[in-house]
């Protein structure tokens, strides 16, 4: 910047090298931006998909009968709401969440084993029966052996971002557990 009587400003090759400093670090920063939004998304559903599992224990509890949490995928986004009525059918008064579109309940066999957990037992949560929580608040198998059921979420075609899932125990209890691609689950 020049300081003799009119001229005040910067030059062009000023301008340039400082937006092109900027460009440099926009570039550097985005992916692990996007990275951290990703992984937050991922946190953020599990975190949902527990509350909405709470929200039909305590429903169950307080209602004093057999209420289940079911999940549905249309259009590529998955829903998972209480269903109060237990029509399999998800209705206009029951809760429910959408997952972002990139964020998806997976298979057990598209995620880390349950063997780190600690669990004697584990079954995956299917689609088809979902988590039906008694009376008492405990979860209730139909007829099943019991076993700690499991939940799992993530971005299925970004495993590197990681994974979550959630334990239910046959007492009802609900854990979010936390892994990386191919590694150990842990307390999150």
């Known amino acids: 910047m020049k300081q003799n009587g009119r001229e005040r400003g910067f030059s062009m090759i000023e301008l340039l090298v400082v937006t092109g400093i900027i460009l440099l670090v926009a570039a550097v920063a985005t992916p692990t931006i996007m990275r951290s939004l990703m992984t ?14 709470l929200l039909t224990r ?38 429910v969440i959408l997952m972002p579109a990139s964020v998806q309940l997976i298979d ?31 979860v209730n198998f139909g007829g099943a052996a019991p076993a700690v059921l499991t939940i799992f979420i993530g971005a299925p075609n970004q495993p590197a971002l990681g994974f979550r899932a959630l334990s239910i125990t046959p007492a009802g209890k609900i854990k979010t557990w936390k892994a990386a691609e191919g590694g150990s689950w842990y307390d999150k």
Not at 59 to 65: F, G, L, S, V, Y
Not at 110 to 123: I, K, L, V
């Open 108 to 138: 057990s066999g598209d995620a880390p084993s349950t063997d780190s957990m600690g669990f004697p037992r584990t079954r995956p949560v299917t689609t088809e029966t979902g988590v039906t929580f008694d009376f008492r608040g405990q």
């Open 40 to 53: 937050y998304r991922i946190g953020g559903a599990a975190t949902e998909v527990s509350n909405m599992l």
């Open 58 to 95: 305590y429903e169950a509890i307080r209602r004093n009968t057999s209420i289940t949490c079911r999940a549905e995928q249309a259009e590529g986004t998955w829903a998972i709401w209480v269903d109060r009525n237990n029509d399999t059918r998800r209705d206009p008064e029951e809760a």
